[in-house]
T-cell receptor, first 113, second 114 residues
Framework: KAGVTQTPRYLIKTRGQQVTLSCSPI?????VSWYQQTPGQGLQFLFE???????NKGNFPGRFSGRQFSNSRSEMNVSTLELGDSALYLC????????????FGQGTRLTVV | DQQVKQNSPSLSVQEGRISILNCDYT??????FLWYKKYPAEGPTFLIS?????DKNEDGRFTVFLNKSAKHLSLHIVPSQPGDSAVYFC?????????????FGTGTRLQVTL
């Protein structure tokens, strides 16, 4: 069974640009969550999508958005990039049923210069 | 505010001994707790979880204990192995019992020495 796949693994962007990250969940998982990891803030929840609908949202500005497709694949978009957006972006998929875990991808390392 | 806290940034344990990693939380609505292990430049790997209706869950060398009245959980690794050296995160979710939206602690770096 394939794990959670995130593309690309590494990305360098310039301030002001926008970026799209992709996540393919484990087959059968309908919930996809996104997290940002930075040295200062740790792992922080961005949002969760379930059956193409955003179900939960963290405390991030509107520049951070996402969507989920009918095959459960998800994309995350960050517009008007700032230096502080440099981070490891992690995607997790789960069955979203009780007492089941979330499985993480390897992440996309975004560097904003 | 940090709702999930791991107050020890690092821990060093000898191979074969017990490693105890601690986690405290403030939100009494958390009802599902998980431990993840993370290597640099990789995503977290799930280790073990516990529901708030239990006080202990065991899986091989890993045991998680939950003390709801103290809002405290701990991960015990026995015996510790060099391959256990990594950063360990505890995580919690609210009112759903699922892992859809997790609040993470800041992590504890475990080093298992020979």
């Amino acid at each position: 069974k394939a794990g959670v796949t995130q593309t690309p693994r590494y990305l360098i962007k310039t301030r002001g640009q926008q970026v799209t990250l992709s996540c393919s969940p484990i087959s059968g998982h309908r919930s996809v969550s996104w997290y940002q990891q930075t040295p200062g803030q740790g792992l922080q929840f961005l949002f969760e999508y379930f059956s193409e609908t955003q179900r939960n949202k963290g405390n991030f500005p509107g520049r951070f958005s996402g969507r989920q497709f009918s095959n459960s694949r998800s994309e995350m978009n960050v517009s008007t990039l700032e230096l502080g957006d440099s981070a490891l972006y992690l995607c997790a998929s789960s069955l979203a049923t009780e007492n089941t875990e979330a499985f993480f991808g390897q992440g996309t390392r975004l560097t904003v210069v | 505010d940090q709702q999930v806290k791991q107050n020890s940034p690092s821990l060093s344990v000898q191979e074969g001994r017990i490693s105890i990693l601690n986690c405290d939380y403030t939100n009494s609505m958390f009802d599902y707790f998980l431990w993840y292990k993370k290597y640099p430049a990789e995503g977290p790997t799930f280790l073990i979880s516990i529901s708030s209706i239990k006080d202990k869950n065991e899986d091989g060398r890993f045991t998680v204990f939950l003390n709801k009245s103290a809002k405290h959980l701990s991960l015990h690794i026995v015996p510790s192995q060099p391959g256990d050296s990594a950063v360990y995160f505890c995580a919690a979710s609210v009112n759903t019992g699922t892992a859809s939206k997790l609040t993470f602690g800041t992590g504890t770096r475990l080093q298992v020495t020979l």
